[in-house]
């Protein structure tokens, strides 16, 4: 990664954060919890940036419909989040994955 890409990946970053802080207050508390609990749960792919872009998306279509962040979100932020990493992978699913192929490979010696 070339200082271009970081300088890129910055001006991006202010961009998005940028339209996060144009939501409604009570939008931008739960993206705020929304983007903790990814950044602990830790899906890959995380930071291409576009889960992160898609919710804000889909916050704004909220907006702009008149409707509640709660009436589109649930009234369980964190199950929220769950179905839309479900089917993708975690850091933690990889390290888990590897710590079982040291130890299938540890047997076999």
Known sequence: MGI????EGKKQWRAHTARVKALPPDYQIVYNEIQKY???VGPIGLEDGTL??????????????GKGVMEIVGDDVAA??????KDASTYADRYQES???RKRGSKGT
């Open 52 to 65: 992160l872009s898609g919710i804000v998306d889909f916050f704004e279509e909220g907006v702009a419909s």
């Open 4 to 7: 271009r890409d970081i300088i």
């Open 99 to 101: 710590v079982l192929e």
């Open 80 to 85: 929220f989040c769950d179905d839309l990493i």
């Open 38 to 40: 990814f950044f602990k």
